[in-house]
């Protein structure tokens, strides 16, 4: 497959996971959800490893950062995104998660000494601009602060800086295992961390309740979003230059916007769109210095 082509089916796979996730949650708990794509995403990626003749288990010196690895990024991280789509939309989740690689410009800054110059620093207040716009839809005062919704897009907000934080913590392991056994290391520990819950709470025995829908969706996020989606992604950014691969990553939330008002009837308010255009025009700025 053309290295392009897997960036670009891995945004349209990530994109349309919110909405996936958004259908989902209103037939089973989050906890429930996230511990069946865990499962999924886990036995997909093992035999992807074992398909390939690459070993499945990973070095013993590796344990403990793909263990924080699957903490942060599959059992803190999914959940967190799942809980806030059972509170705001679909549409607001794809517009405010295109924020990701403010933090990330942020968190090099102060780890790695990168000088913030003045188109980072434009980009970075546009950025902001775009999100308050988005989570506030315009107004600042303190009641829209109460509601659901804006709940729901401070904790999607919160997942940003959550993802930030896992590409810093899991850039040395996945240098040196390999995307494919370095995700896939992190979702068995993610996995792990999660089934406890999953049975003690009862939410395994939920399964029962999903329909046909719920069933793809939940097939769809574990398979697709959480297992090719990443091999695809990291396939090609081992061919092609990380700037080009990172480029495909400003129409996720346009596909997210098209999947939504398609497939969830979500409605679009003008300021919402009006502060998705800014928050983008900030991370391409930010990209671009």
């Not at 110059?117 to 308050?132: N, R």
């Not at 930030?164 to 370095?182: D, K, Q, S």
């Not at 398979?223 to 092609?240: E, T």
């Amino acid at each position: 497959m053309p290295p392009r082509v897997g960036a670009f089916l891995a945004v349209v796979f990530w994109g349309v996971s919110f909405v996936a996730t958004k259908a989902v949650v209103r037939e089973i708990s989050p906890l429930a959800l996230i511990f069946a794509r865990a499962s999924l995403a886990t036995v997909f990626l093992t035999a992807t490893l074992a398909w390939r003749g690459q070993p499945v288990l990973p070095p013993r010196d590796t344990l403990r950062p793909l263990a924080l690895m699957g903490f942060v990024g599959v059992a803190v991280h999914q959940v967190l995104q799942a809980y806030a789509l059972t509170l705001t939309s679909a549409v607001n989740t794809g517009w405010l998660i295109g924020l990701t690689p403010i933090w990330s410009a942020i968190l090099a800054a102060i780890t790695l000494k990168e000088r913030l110059g003045p188109g980072k620093v434009i980009g970075l207040a546009l950025g902001f601009l775009g999100a308050l716009l988005v989570v506030t839809r315009g107004s600042l005062r303190a009641t829209p602060l109460a509601l659901p919704g804006t709940r729901g897009d401070l904790l999607i907000l919160a997942s940003t800086v959550n993802w930030a934080v896992y590409t810093i913590l899991g850039h040395e392991t996945l240098r040196r295992l390999g995307a494919a056994r370095a995700t896939a290391g992190a979702m068995l520990f993610g996995w792990a961390m999660l089934a406890p819950l999953a049975i003690a709470s009862g939410a395994v025995r939920t399964y029962g309740q999903l329909s046909h829908t719920g069933v793809a969706g939940v097939l769809f996020l574990g398979i697709a979003s959480s297992g090719l989606g990443y091999l695809f992604w990291y396939g090609a950014l081992a061919r092609i230059e990380a700037s080009r691969v990172a480029a495909f990553l400003y129409i996720e939330p346009l596909v997210t916007l098209a999947a939504a008002v398609a497939l969830l009837a979500e409605p679009v308010a003008l300021l919402t769109v009006v502060g998705g255009v800014l928050l983008l025009s900030g991370v391409v700025l930010v990209q671009r210095a």
